[in-house]
């Protein structure tokens, strides 16, 4: 009989192994992108004889760890009997566990008695895994194979002994060998010190007891979300989400999903979702089923989140399409897109059964890639710009959008604008929140964000992709709140050669010193009718410039003296009224929508 306390006891003894894991990962790292962006994940994982589970997770973003549960159980059958105490496994191929190439996963089995029953685990986005293009993303990719060093599971560790022909492998295939260096043996480390905590409690403990707890545990979410199910109103919901593009030519490419709740079970159905793309724009199973889960974790922040809460789901993949693709299909961009239109097309489908809890779960794809030579230093280098990226957090019932990341992505941070100017040829002319640009709602998304960047200290011109979706089609809002406003970039910025990017240009100039680079972030979106927004709310927007005094005539029907601090409120009713009717006619459009498209050079219908 499982002690209950005891079982909560090890529930987050667990918890803070995984996060002491990730922690020291980041301290550890040699690349900003893990030191400073945190693009890494970790949790503990288990094997009880059946297949592989997740017990804990912690600071990670689930596109990563829940996306880790399909690259444990790759290791497992891969090396079925094969395993021994001292390995340490690494993987990175999509099509046997991974996510996309970029994505390294390493873990250490932990033994008892024999046989393999723990697995710490770490995820971590390289910099550069080889490739024809720098950070293995390239609008010319055809197959896999364009995209970097594909290598399913092997032991970069073997009991106890580094494989020095497979660290040469990696080393080896890589723009970045020493970065690499470091960061691979900062992931042997963490997975070290996550052996170390799991001997701790299992010493403290017994192996037997803690087993049993963790299988309470799992149980216990289970029961829980299947609880939660029941209460959700039984039918069928369906919703889609589209894709800009997939850089090929190819546009509008569509998730097309189906919930349907059973008495205690949820199933998800992806049939009718378009066929697969010749780009990189393609998700493997692991990448969708991790959208999937983060969907459902999100509705239920009270439940402990392990595979116990997974069992209830049950998804219908359709081979040849965008959410299963037959091999070698490209995935590089999968975990941003199309895997974001997986989310928003799930979460808007959960709309239907549970209004009061959804909200942005996606990210858009809006980024800036550089590769060239410091001066400063004489060294190759390979930027991915986090700040070009990040704002994507939107409204739920009775909460603005907040921060930057949506909430499935918050364990990314963004780095510091001075630490970067130092490690990379760069400044930055412009990083700030833009008015206007948050998506209107009863609760209102966040407010986006204009960044504009020039290259100094550059060694000769340096090479640039910059990369856009979600301009026609933006992230959703909720229960009648607006869309995001959508995302645009200009190449050049500044200069009378200014070049507007609304999905990508294939011919990019390099970029010399003293030339400049500008994205319009505009992220999640609103929920609730804006009309019914407390007009203290769109006060206090106003006074603190996220809204104007326009945007809050247009987009909210609230008169605003800003001399005196006061809405009007007879004026308001009048502006309410006329914005009721002009959306009944469709002359109605957002004000920070209306500017992206005008900054983009299109012309919307407005009021």
């Known amino acids: 009989m499982v002690d209950v306390v005891t079982a909560e006891i090890i529930r987050n003894y667990m918890e803070t192994t995984a996060k002491e894991i990730v922690q020291t990962l980041v301290r550890t790292a040699v690349s900003p992108i893990f030191n400073e962006a945190h693009d890494c994940s970790a949790g503990v994982f288990y094997f009880g004889g059946q297949a592989a589970q997740i017990i804990a997770r912690a600071d990670a973003t689930p596109v990563h760890i829940f996306g880790a549960l399909t690259s444990v159980q790759a290791c497992l059958d891969f090396f079925q009997g094969d395993l021994s105490p001292g390995d340490i496994i690494i993987v990175s191929d999509p099509y046997y566990g991974g996510t996309h190439i970029a994505d390294f996963t390493v873990l250490k089995p932990v033994f008892y008695e024999g046989q393999p029953i723990f697995f710490p685990s770490v995820r971590a986005h390289m910099l550069d895994s080889g490739g024809p293009s720098p950070a293995g993303f390239s609008v010319y990719s055809r197959e896999i194979w364009h995209e970097g060093l594909r290598f399913s599971p092997m032991k970069l560790v073997d009991k106890g002994e580094l494989r020095t022909e497979v660290w040469n492998l990696l080393v080896r295939n890589t723009r970045l060998p020493e970065t690499v260096k470091g960061d691979l043996n900062a992931m042997i480390g963490s997975c070290m010190i996550g052996e170390q905590r799991i001997r701790e409690v299992c010493a403290n403990y017994g192996v037997a007891t803690v087993c049993e707890c963790v299988e309470w545990i799992f149980d216990y979410s289970e029961r829980q979300f299947r609880e939660r199910i029941r209460g959700w109103r039984k039918g069928r919901y369906t919703a889609e989400s589209t894709l800009d593009t997939d850089f090929t030519g190819r546009h509008d490419l569509t998730i097309r999903v189906a919930i ?44 402990p989140i392990n595979s116990g809460f997974f069992r209830p789901i049950q998804a219908n993949l359709p081979i040849g399409s965008l959410v299963h693709p037959r091999p070698p299909a490209c995935a590089a961009y999968a975990t941003i897109c199309v895997g974001a239109d997986i989310g928003d097309a799930v979460v808007k489908a959960c709309e239907g059964f549970a209004p009061e809890s959804v909200g942005t779960v996606s990210i858009d794809l809006c980024l800036w890639w550089a590769y060239g030579f410091d001066e400063r230093t004489g060294q190759y280098f390979v930027h991915y710009d986090y700040n070009t990226s990040p704002v994507s957090a939107g409204a739920t019932y009775g909460q603005d959008g907040w921060g930057s990341w949506a909430v499935p992505f918050c364990a990314l941070t963004l780095p510091s604008v001075e630490v970067t100017e130092v490690q990379y040829p760069c400044i930055y002319r412009k ?88 994205v319009d972030i505009c992220g999640g979106g609103g929920w609730g009718d804006p009309l019914q927004r407390d007009p203290k709310l769109v006060l206090e927007d106003v006074i603190n410039e996220y809204v104007s005094l326009e945007g809050a005539r247009d987009d909210y029907g609230v008169v605003v003296n800003i001399e005196a601090g006061t809405v009007n409120v007879s004026a308001t009713q009048r502006e309410r009224y006329k914005l009721r009717a002009a959306r009944k006619e469709g002359r109605w459009i957002a004000r920070g929508r209306r500017r992206t498209l005008k900054l983009a050079g299109l012309e919307p219908n407005t009021t």
């Open 260 to 303: 349907e709740l059973k008495d205690d079970s949820v199933e998800v159905d992806f049939t009718g979702t378009d066929i697969q793309s010749e780009g990189i724009v393609n998700s493997v199973p692991g990448n969708t089923m991790s959208y999937v889960y983060l969907v459902f974790a999100s509705l239920c922040p009270e439940i």
């Open 431 to 518: 990083l700030e929140l833009t008015t206007d640009s948050a998506a209107p709602g009863q609760w209102r998304g966040a407010p986006g964000m204009v960044c504009e960047r020039e290259v100094r200290h550059a060694r000769g011109p340096i090479l640039n992709q910059l990369w856009i979706q979600g301009l026609r089609h933006p992230l959703h809002g909720f229960a009648g709140g607006e869309a995001a406003a959508g995302n645009v970039g200009i190449m050049l910025s500044g200069s009378p050669q200014e070049m507007i990017v609304t999905e990508i240009n294939f011919e990019d100039p390099p970029l010399e010193n003293g030339q400049a680079a500008l």
